[in-house]
């Protein structure tokens, strides 16, 4: 299929052409555009073969990964990844039709908030793999310049030991985290707007007006941010005087605050609390004030220094699935094995390489975080890395 995209003032538009051999379920697409969700672009069948998705403005998810991100908006994405999922899951809407690419994801620099795809097809060619999706943004992701540099590894060393999806565990850890970005979430979910805007004082200028008050054409430092204080009235994504929904009408297909996405208090004892006080499984974790130190690689072959830069960072002889690529050397896998920086540790997992991985000669077994240390020799197949320091 090929998707179009064009913003124009403050609205995204997004077009979306089945290609040969696909169908749109018609039945399942009116059925999606009848209920407006919180999170995905509006949905309009242009002719039967092409749709139109429509939105507040937004860049690529994939474009803002390329940029360095805070933990918190980190944390707000993967929070609103599991919340359009248990959305979809409560319209009892299939998630195959979630479309989980980062490039056709799109994001609001302003709200912060993610906008979806939903496209049906009556018979789709894969299934969506949420699980997949997520690792996906989580190895993609630079943290920005701040004390807590290790919140990426750590999501993705909790990420790696689920078995599988699992909405309830992984907003626990977002909560053990920054319990405001769940807080936030969930308010957010109450209302639906209809207002579309880049601007944030547009935001407050319009509901403002709306209230009858007098816009104050000033943001307070924390309104600047583009995502509000849990406590705020107003939170860039109003419910307020625009034909919205109650909070507890079963329409909106949102759950109130006490329920919202089964998200556990942080004194709950209910299945998913344990894994977030215990998921480290015995690897020492940084704490927030520690500072992280990345190292180097040495390749014996070209005595190439090789800058291991960002908390995964992925190996391999193809070019656009890795961060450092080798090259002339068929021995070597496409994605061949990950350097895991976890504060002043590090790791070498094995991708499940066609010729292995092994640390002074010895195999690192398939997705098993091996402990590497100053002056160990790295093995790509018959590929040579000095480990440093």
């Known amino acids: 299929m090929k998707f179009k995209t064009k913003t124009k003032d403050c609205r995204l538009a997004v077009r979306?052409?089945?290609?040969?051999?696909?169908?749109?379920?018609?039945?399942?697409?009116?059925?999606?555009?009848?209920?407006?969700?919180?999170?995905f672009l509006k949905a309009n069948l242009v002719r039967k073969n092409l749709v139109e998705y429509t939105g507040p403005?937004?860049?690529?998810?994939?474009?803002?990964?390329?940029?360095?991100?805070?933990?918190?908006?980190?944390?707000?994405?993967?929070?609103?990844?599991?919340?359009?999922?248990?959305?979809?899951?409560?319209?009892?809407?299939?998630?195959?039709?979630?479309?989980?690419?980062?490039?056709?994801?799109?994001?609001?620099e302003a709200t912060k908030e993610l906008q979806f795809i939903?496209?049906?097809?009556?018979?789709?060619?894969?299934?969506?793999?949420?699980?997949?999706?997520?690792?996906?943004?989580?190895?993609?992701?630079?943290?920005?310049?701040?004390?807590?540099?290790d919140y990426v590894s750590r999501f993705f060393y909790f990420f790696e030991n689920l078995n599988s999806f699992d909405a309830g565990?992984?907003?626990?850890?977002?909560?053990?985290?920054?319990?405001?970005?769940?807080?936030?979430i969930r308010k957010q979910n109450i209302g639906q707007s209809g207002?579309?805007?880049?601007?944030?004082?547009?935001?407050?200028d319009h509901y403002n007006r709306k209230a009858g008050d007098e816009p104050t054409g000033l943001l307070t430092d924390e309104e600047a941010t583009g995502l509000l204080d849990e406590n705020e009235e107003v939170t860039g994504l109003l419910e307020e005087a625009?034909?919205?929904?109650?909070?507890?009408?079963?329409?909106?297909?949102?759950?109130?605050?006490?329920?919202?996405?089964?998200?556990?208090?942080?004194?709950?004892?209910?299945?998913?609390?344990?894994?977030?006080?215990?998921?480290?499984?015995?690897?020492?974790?940084?704490?927030?004030?520690?500072?992280?130190?990345?190292?180097?690689?040495?390749?014996?072959?070209?005595?190439?220094?090789?800058?291991?830069?960002?908390?995964?960072f992925r190996l391999g002889k193809e070019k656009s699935y890795v961060d450092y690529f080798v090259t002339n050397n068929i021995a070597v896998s496409r994605s061949h094995a990950d350097i895991?920086?976890?504060?002043?540790?590090?790791?070498?997992?094995?991708?499940?390489s066609k010729n292995h991985t092994y640390i002074n000669n010895r195999e690192v077994p398939v997705h098993y975080e091996m402990e590497i240390f100053d002056g160990d020799t790295i093995k790509l197949a018959n590929e040579e890395f000095l480990f440093q320091i």
């Open 169 to 184: 565990k992984i907003e626990a850890f977002i909560a053990k985290e920054d319990r405001s970005v769940v807080n936030l």
């Open 118 to 149: 939903y496209l049906p097809l009556t018979d789709p060619k894969e299934s969506a793999n949420i699980s997949e999706f997520i690792e996906t943004i989580a190895y993609s992701a630079h943290p920005d310049h701040e004390k807590d540099r």
């Open 57 to 108: 403005t937004g860049i690529r998810l994939c474009d803002k990964l390329n940029q360095p991100i805070s933990k918190r908006d980190f944390l707000l994405i993967m929070e609103q990844i599991v919340a359009a999922v248990q959305k979809l899951q409560n319209f009892h809407l299939p998630l195959n039709h979630l479309v989980l690419n980062h490039q056709y994801v799109y994001i609001n």
């Open 340 to 352: 895991i920086t976890r504060g002043n540790r590090y790791y070498i997992k094995d991708l499940n």
């Open 195 to 204: 207002f579309m805007t880049n601007k944030q004082q547009h935001y407050y």
């Open 242 to 312: 625009t034909g919205l929904l109650e909070e507890k009408e079963e329409a909106t297909g949102l759950l109130l605050e006490e329920e919202a996405t089964g998200l556990l208090d942080e004194n709950d004892n209910r299945p998913g609390s344990a894994a977030v006080s215990d998921f480290d499984g015995g690897t020492a974790l940084l704490e927030e004030n520690q500072e992280v130190h990345y190292p180097t690689l040495l390749r014996i072959l070209t005595e190439e220094s090789i800058s291991v830069n960002k908390p995964v």
């Open 16 to 39: 979306v052409k089945t290609s040969f051999g696909e169908s749109i379920d018609k039945n399942q697409l009116d059925k999606f555009a009848r209920i407006y969700l919180r999170g």
